[in-house]
């Protein structure tokens, strides 16, 4: 009996002169009960009715952008040995140490645990890390550590230190252009600092929306919907619903983090709601 291949995709699309290659860096099921304000048979319906899989399965994804000789790479993944990032880009030939900077959308262990390798060492020796100052000073806020509950101290605070401790010397904050063409886009809530990339160049654009959508076929059609991983749920709410109109509205490509494979996708709007058309695959 043949074992069924496991092979990890990659897809490689431009936005004018950046290519931007989409990484599945693993594939994480969740249960219903992680979205809190929804019950469990009407998000089953749902998923079932835009023809969603159930239970929910949350992709988990990392962009690499190239432009001229330079390498950044946008959220890292869970890290080795449960995130296959490294051995993808090894696959690729490409270089980890090539890679000058990892821009994070934020620190939650699904986004940045790869930025250290299992000895210690930093994964991308040479980059500095960009990420937004309201994020960084939340995890190092040793007073908001406190009113946690340990799995949040253990899962996120002590995560979050430890993975950027390599790169302390070598922090950006997010503001304005943080690389050639990507431009920080503050989406607050979801964590304290969760920021999206608009990625631009010769007129064309993406941006990189980071968690504002977990499960695309709840959070669109019920855009108010909560999840247990929100550091400020209202807030993570109104940062989706704001964010979701000028995005349908402009007719913005979007690629995400946790969007099916190969992640870019359009936002339409669906009376108050929204959906989405995933963007075909363009060679
Ligand atoms: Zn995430």
């Known amino acids: 009996m043949l074992s069924e291949p496991r092979i990890f995709p990659q897809y490689t699309r431009r936005i004018g002169d950046v290519s931007i290659t989409s990484i599945v860096d693993d594939v994480n099921p969740i249960p219903f009960s992680d979205i809190v304000s929804l019950a469990p048979d ?18 988990v994804l990392c ?3 190239l432009w001229e000789d330079r390498m950044a790479l946008v959220d890292t993944g869970f890290g080795e040995p449960r995130g296959r990032l490294n051995e993808t880009l090894r696959d690729a030939g490409v270089d980890r140490e090539d890679i000058d900077t990892v821009i994070l959308t934020h620190m939650h262990p699904d986004h940045s645990c790869g930025l250290r390798l299992p000895s210690g060492e930093a994964a991308f020796p040479n980059a500095d890390v960009v990420l937004a100052k309201a994020e960084m000073d939340h995890w ?24 950027i401790e390599p790169y302390r010397d070598r922090l950006r904050w997010a503001d304005g252009e943080v690389w050639p063409g990507v431009t920080a886009v503050p989406m607050p809530g979801h964590t304290p600092g969760h920021t999206g990339y608009m990625v631009e160049s010769r007129g064309e654009r993406a941006l990189i929306w980071g968690d504002l959508c977990h499960v695309p076929g709840l959070q669109l059609p019920f855009p108010g919907i909560k ?5 400020l749920p209202d807030l993570t709410a109104q ?21 099916h494979f190969p992640g870019y996708a359009y936002i339409v709007r669906r009376g108050d709601a929204y959906g989405y058309v995933q963007e075909p695959w363009v060679l």
């Open 42 to 59: 009407e998000a089953e319906r749902t998923l079932l009715e835009n023809f969603q899989p159930s239970p929910i399965i949350v992709p």
């Open 63 to 65: 962009f690499l952008l």
């Open 140 to 163: 190092d806020d040793s007073a908001a550590m406190e009113r946690a509950t340990e799995r949040q101290r253990e899962r996120y605070f002590r995560s979050a230190r430890y993975q």
């Open 227 to 231: 999840t247990k991983y929100d550091s």
């Open 239 to 259: 940062t989706r619903e704001r964010n979701l109109g000028w995005i349908a509205d402009d007719r913005i490509l979007i690629a995400g983090m946790h969007m």
